[in-house]
């Protein structure tokens, strides 16, 4: 396996990227303050959104946290929040409002008592900031947008924001990236990176979240002259450093974990080429440098790389393809190469992140509905513990029933518990164990299609991305925050 270290492209990229490598910004972007005239503005109802009920009171030491990314505060879907519920009510959890959503395939990320939407209505990319616990729009912001996805998806952003140290980030479906301040939404800077540093084609859009750390805006660029990451500064917008690899953007997202006692850069890259290629660049985050590269991409032009890397501990990774390949652990040696512990051609996962819990990968891998399932991975060994695909009945109105199933749900942990949201709108409390999986309770919120977001927890609130009609009632998408504190 050595030899996969090897590769003329990994030792160009490897080169090209060694300390002290000069990048030219080809278009710094215009820097903007907030007017020391500004004020914050109030929240005020709005047209889009409608409010049902007040959620109950937090409940007395409740331990809560921000969700400021899309993947939560840690980047593996786990919240530290305490005192949710311990079951579903008759008739699932109360609502306490819903907006009205654009296009898009966004989830709201909240911080500092802000809630920021990103999407898309008509011609335009659109940010929102709102009161979490009412819905109520303290700003709003937007730019043009011409974008039309070649596969007949959505042609709204596909990166959901991102809130660090007061300010606002986001990648549009055309790679503009965005700076805004949280507080009164006024814009700091702007790029279009499409335009400034010729960014290849993609299958869906720009679709990979940005990373902000210490200091830094990381993006999975697939620029030009093979710039496969860049690093922007956050109040600036100014180029720090760049990536060279032949990579290109996949919509896997960036995270930074500890691996062998340093900070390190994961991007697991790769995009529109022909022939297909990609795989896990493993980069220093302060400087840019390249220590390796692993590949692993699906032999097939139509795929991407959409499951962002899992730190599982001891100097461990995960990655999967859904495609053909599976998925792989990756342990980082000590001269900061890659190194493969095992194999699983069976786990692949196309978009959502496993679970890492009691030494055991979870998640429902497959490419399409029909090959979905929910399988338990052991970390050190590599073996399938278990493999479920669990169904159910739905009953429609007049009494005509379904069967329904999870297909690529996603999972969330959160209080302790599991948490698992299926693509057509099925909640459920799930027990995962090495031993097996059961639901311990289930409710239908709605029967839409593409719910493909991971769901976000917030003091206590529950907030669901519907981003098709809901077929029940013809409900269009929509943003819906439901009540999920427990009793006192």
């Known amino acids: 396996m050595r030899a996969l270290f090897l590769t003329p492209a990994c030792l160009f990229a490897v080169v090209l990227s060694a300390p002290g490598d000069e990048y030219s910004d080809p278009k710094p972007p215009e820097v903007f303050e907030v007017p020391a005239s500004a004020t914050v503005p109030e929240a005020k109802e709005w047209d889009r959104v409608t409010y049902h009920a007040p959620p109950k009171p937090l409940p007395e030491g409740a331990v809560t946290e921000d969700w400021p990314r899309f993947l939560g505060p840690n980047d593996n879907a786990i919240s530290g929040e305490t005192r949710l519920l311990d079951g579903l009510p008759e008739g699932g959890p109360k609502k306490v409002w819903e907006l009205e959503k654009g296009t898009g395939y966004t989830s709201p990320v909240i911080a500092d008592g802000r809630l920021v939407l990103f999407d898309r209505l008509g011609d335009e990319e659109r940010v929102d900031c709102l009161d979490p616990?009412?819905?109520?729009?303290?700003?709003?912001?937007?730019?043009?947008?011409?974008?039309?996805d070649r596969y007949g998806f959505h042609n709204g952003p596909?990166?959901?924001a991102v809130i660090n140290a007061g300010k606002v980030y986001t990648l549009g479906v055309t790679s503009v990236l965005t700076c805004l301040d949280l507080k009164t939404g006024t814009k700091l800077w702007q790029r279009d990176l499409d335009a400034e540093f010729d960014i290849a084609p993609y299958f869906f859009g720009h679709g990979s979240c940005p990373l902000v750390y210490d200091g830094k805006v990381i993006v999975n660029l697939g620029g030009a002259d093979q710039l496969s990451v860049a690093a922007f500064d956050q109040n600036t917008g100014k180029m720090l450093w760049g990536t060279r690899h032949e990579w290109r953007s996949s919509y896997a997202s960036p995270v930074v974990k500890t691996l062998r006692g340093k900070p390190r850069l994961l991007v697991f890259a790769g995009g529109d080429t022909k022939p297909p290629i990609g795989g896990l660049l493993c980069i220093d985050p302060d400087t840019g440098e390249l220590f390796d590269a692993y590949p692993w991409r699906a032999d097939k032009y139509e795929s991407v790389n959409g499951s962002t890397p899992?730190?599982?501990?001891?100097?461990?990774?995960?990655?999967?393809?859904?495609?053909?390949?599976?998925?792989?652990l990756l342990e980082l040696t000590e001269d900061l190469k890659w190194k493969e512990v095992w194999k699983a051609p069976d786990f692949g996962i196309h978009w959502n992140t496993p679970l890492v819990k009691d030494g055991c990968l979870y998640a429902f891998r497959g490419r399409n509905e029909p090959d979905a399932w929910l399988a338990c991975y052991d970390v050190k060994t590599g073996q399938e513990m278990w493999r479920e695909d669990p169904e159910w009945e739905f009953e429609m109105s007049g009494g005509r029933g379904y069967k329904l199933r999870f297909f690529r749900g996603s999972i969330l942990q959160a209080d302790g518990r599991s948490w698992a949201l299926s693509e057509l709108g099925t909640l459920a409390m799930l027990d995962l164990s090495p031993q097996g999986v059961e639901i311990k309770d289930r409710t239908q919120l709605f029967l839409a299609q593409s719910t493909w977001s991971l769901p976000v927890v917030y003091h206590g609130l529950l907030y669901i991305a519907q981003h098709e009609p809901n077929m029940l009632d013809n409900t269009p998408p929509r943003i819906i925050c439901y009540d999920f504190r427990a009793e006192k």
């Open 158 to 160: 596909r990166a959901s």
């Open 133 to 148: 616990e009412t819905g109520k729009r303290f700003w709003e912001f937007a730019y043009p947008v011409e974008y039309r």
């Open 310 to 328: 899992v730190a599982v501990g001891d100097d461990r990774v995960y990655i999967s393809d859904c495609y053909v390949k599976g998925g792989v």
